[in-house]
Nanobody, 127 residues
Framework: QVQLVESGGGLVQGGGSLRLSCAASGLTFSNYAMGWFRQAQGKEREFAAA????????SYADSVKGRFFVSRDNVKNTIYLQMNSLRPEDKAVYYC????????????????????WGQGTQVTVSS
């Protein structure tokens, strides 16, 4: 049984930082590109960041580029999202996702390409 479990969300003041984690189990972690998506209230789920199987390639949405940084540890089967300079518009539920990939250089994937999802973690940014 595959499980993706996010942690690290919470309330932070604008300009602050948070680090999200996603621990994976029940899958061969290194076979999957991993990503972070987010969904604000009343809006569709959107791509935020992704990382390739070995961690050498990353991809970011324009809205988070230069502020958010994704990384992975294939020994701990965990991915991370370091979020800096947080803004009120970053408030959302953040989801971890896994997409099976044969290519080592593929990072980005869309919501309809994910094979597995976590349950989400809430991030709230006060102004």
């Amino acid at each position: 049984q595959v499980q993706l479990v996010e942690s690290g969300g919470g309330l932070v003041q604008g300009g602050g930082s948070l680090r999200l984690s996603c621990a994976a189990s029940g899958l061969t972690f290194s076979n999957y590109a991993m990503g972070w998506f987010r969904q604000a209230q009343g809006k569709e789920r959107e791509f935020a960041a992704a990382i390739s199987r070995t961690g050498t390639i990353t991809s970011y949405a324009d809205s988070v580029k230069g502020r958010f940084f994704v990384s992975r540890d294939n020994v701990k089967n965990t991915i991370y999202l370091q979020m800096n300079s947080l803004r009120p518009e970053d408030k959302a539920v953040y989801y971890c996702a896994a997409a099976f990939r044969t290519s080592y250089s593929a990072a980005y994937f869309g919501t309809n390409e994910a094979n597995y999802w976590g349950q989400g973690t809430q991030v709230t940014v006060s102004s």
